[in-house]
């Protein structure tokens, strides 16, 4: 900003130089902005508008929407006990894989930021699954891997367990979703390590001169310093982890089983609005996960009052 | 203390081994993750190189013998060839990658170069539709694409690219295109060159690290995509390789996982590719940027 600010006599004369008028400026600016105006008002500011519209009707592609009033969000509250379920299963998900992440991840950042050989390499091995995690190949290599005759079984037998049939069992299918989940642990683990980077070494001295110990250091000096990044990766993870679709659609082959154990909220959204085609319903589940997101995202801002130094604070 | 440190000090390492015992210990851990973090995918590998029995009968974790049946089982597919699946993804994604990097920049560069009207209001909408979930906008897409007959085309796929949707992009860019100096545009304004030869000229050619973290974190998304075709796409002819994938898991049984792995790994061989040319750029990008990689 100050240096925009420098360059305003500068830019002034360069305008009355060219005879730049205030027309023209906006007849650029506008055709320069037109693909993303068209695209906010057809795609996503519009829609989100529509949708919110469709969210109190009934709809289903093929007649008129009519209006129904509150009538779809009654019964996504009162009535439909699968919506419930899938709300149960989408926030299980969410907090448990959310915090196992960001602990592996910042644990492996801290590993990586001493001194050692190799960091580019490990870095990169590190971050691997979280290139490729979201894809359908490795939603389909997870399953065969947690299957009854799987390489999971195989391993826990050697320590004479006789593993559970984990992707056909209702007690442990979301489990696996969840270690598919942690094991894109290097994204996050990427971003704390350049955290941990902007850390000042001098800070490192202080404590060193002040007889911190190892322990000390991290918990007085490393953690407070890290905590806008902490809360950073915890926004980004929860937002798309209350998202996840995928894992869980390959995993149960589209069911959401078994038993509804993996039916997650998108799930039973792409469900409800496009094998039923019940649109209004489905519009009214979408808006209702825009306030929960909106509600989480929300809850860890006003949170972060309290947990997140700021070091110009 | 001081007794006590005496009283050890014979038995104290010298610093020097010390730190090699600590660098020891850091790295056989990291070893051990970094192995356990790839054996899923090593996994995938050597199945897909089993036959369908040996796959189940766990004898060893190497194959037998190795072939490529499955490799050649699985490309012919059943109705359709994988073959098919991949141009269809190709297509896909070369086009959101085109289409992103030429919508996004224009935009990008419109907010951090021209002073038009109304500029904050656009821009604090724009930043609004970044954290929207895409699923709150997938019901009336879809209702509009409907409309204009687009369903079962590739349109749906591309179109939003096309119309700068992915606003993170047009973010990240802006961001880099404030960090060129200003000076050298007005150079060129002084030397007559309109708003758009400055865009094409100056800032595009500039702005190439942005325009490169763009294109591969679209090509990555748009190749892994999996709900956006699921939603749009029934004709068989028209899969892309996730939906592939999925009709591959659904019709064979469980007597034929061996193609199924086969392809599977097949499939994550361009990002594999992408991994290998771009890997300090994609994790630079998340470093920096906090994509979500």
């Known amino acids: 900003m100050s240096a925009a600010a420098l360059a305003a006599p500068a830019r002034a004369a360069a305008k009355a130089a060219s005879g730049a008028s205030v027309a023209r400026r906006n007849r650029d600016g506008y055709l320069f902005l037109s693909p993303w105006l068209i695209g906010f008002f057809c795609l996503t500011g519009g829609p989100i508008l529509a949708s919110l519209y469709f969210s109190f009707t009934d709809f289903s592609l093929f007649n008129e929407p009519a209006w129904v009033g509150l009538e779809n969000y009654k019964r996504l509250i009162f009535d439909d006990p699968r919506y419930r379920t899938a709300l149960g299963v989408t926030l299980a998900y969410v907090v448990t894989s959310v915090p196992l992440k960001l602990a592996f991840a910042l644990a492996v950042a801290l590993l990586l930021n001493r001194n050692i050989s190799g960091v580019g390499l ?91 110990g190892r322990f000390a250091t991290f918990r007085t000096v490393t953690l407070p310093l890290l905590t806008p990044i902490i809360f950073f990766n915890l926004v980004m993870q929860m937002i798309s982890a209350f998202q996840a679709f995928t894992p869980s659609f390959i995993i149960s082959n589209g069911t959401g089983g078994p038993d509804d154990s993996t039916l997650f909220y998108t799930l039973y959204l792409y469900e409800e609005g496009f094998s039923h085609f019940r649109m209004g319903y489905a519009s009214a589940m979408a808006w209702a996960l825009v306030g929960i997101i909106a509600t989480a995202t929300a809850f860890t801002f006003i949170s972060s009052r309290y947990w997140v130094h700021y070091g110009d604070r | ?58 004898a060893s974790f190497w194959p037998s013998q190795i072939q490529f049946q499955n490799y050649i089982r699985g490309w012919q597919g059943a109705a359709v060839s994988f073959g098919t699946f991949f141009r269809n993804s190709l297509v896909v994604s070369t086009a959101a990658v085109i289409g992103n990097v030429f919508a996004c920049s224009l935009v990008a560069f419109a907010f951090a170069r021209i002073d038009f009207r109304f500029k904050p209001f656009w821009f604090a909408l724009m930043m609004g539709t970044i954290m929207l979930p895409h699923h709150a906008t997938l019901i009336p897409q879809y209702i509009l694409f409907h409309k204009l007959g687009w369903v079962n085309t590739f349109m749906p796929l591309i179109a939003p690219k096309l119309l700068a949707v992915d606003a993170f992009f047009v973010f990240l860019m802006i961001q880099f295109i404030r960090g060129i100096p200003r000076e050298i545009d007005e150079a060129a304004l002084i030397d007559g060159a309109s708003t758009f030869m400055i865009y094409r000229m100056i800032i595009f050619p500039l702005m190439r690290p942005a325009l490169i973290a763009t294109a591969i974190f679209t090509f990555v998304w748009t190749y892994e995509d999996f709900l956006t075709p699921l939603v749009y796409l029934s004709d068989i002819g028209l899969y892309t390789v996730p939906q592939g994938l999925r009709l591959m898991m659904s019709t064979t049984g469980q007597s034929s996982w061996g193609p199924l792995l086969a392809m599977s790994l097949l499939s994550l061989v361009p990002l594999l590719i992408v991994f290998l040319f771009f890997q300090k750029r994609l994790i630079d990008g998340i470093a920096t940027t906090g994509l979500k990689g």
Request: aromatic share 12%; proline share 5%.
């Open chain 1, 122 to 212: 490990y870095r990169a091995i590190y971050y691997l699954p979280s290139l490729l995690g979201g894809s359908v190949a490795v939603a389909v290599m997870w399953r065969k891997i947690f299957a009854y005759d799987g390489v999971v079984n195989d391993m826990l037998l050697w320590f004479g367990i006789d593993g559970p049939s984990w992707i056909s069992n209702p007690d442990y299918a979301l489990s696996t979703i969840v270690a598919l989940a942690v094991w894109q642990f290097g994204s996050p683990a990427v971003i704390f390590l350049a955290g941990l980077k902007q850390i000042p070494p001098e800070l490192y001295d202080a404590a060193d001169i002040d007889g911190a």
């Open chain 2, 1 to 58: 203390m001081a007794i006590a440190d005496e009283a050890f000090a014979p038995q104290r390492r010298s610093k020097a081994q010390r730190d090699l015992l600590a660098a020891l210990a850091i790295h056989s851990v990291l070893i051990a993750g970094a192995l356990l973090m790839i054996y899923p995918l090593v996994w995938l590998f050597v199945s897909s190189l089993k036959t369908d029995t040996e796959i189940f009968s766990n």
